[in-house]
C-alpha cells in the first residue's frame, strides 16, 4: 500500500472511531438523565410517603377508618402520579 492510501486509510479509521465514541457517549448522556429523573421520582416518593406517615399519628384519632383510607390512597395517587411525571421528564422545580 503506498503513503497516500495509507493515510487515508487511517484517517478514515479515525474518523469512523471518532463516531462511535461519539455515539457511545451521547448514549451515555442519555441513560445518565434518565437514570437522574429516575432518582428524584424516587427521592420525592419516598420523602412525601416519610412525611405523610409522620402525620397520619396526629390524624388517626380524628377521621372514621374509611376516611383514612380514601385518604391514604389519593396521597398514594398523587405521589405516584408526581413521581411518573418526573420520570417522564414533566419537572416543574
Known sequence: MDAKRLEIARNYNTVIGDLVVEECLQHI?????????????????????????????????SLH????????????CDALGEAQRIKDGETHG
Open 65 to 76: 377508618p374509611s376516611e383514612i383510607m380514601q385518604d391514604e390512597g389519593k396521597f398514594a
Open 29 to 61: 448522556d442519555q441513560q445518565q438523565a434518565e437514570i437522574e429523573r429516575l432518582n428524584r421520582a424516587y427521592t420525592l416518593l419516598v420523602g412525601s410517603l416519610q412525611w405523610y406517615g409522620s402525620h397520619q399519628i396526629y390524624r388517626s384519632d
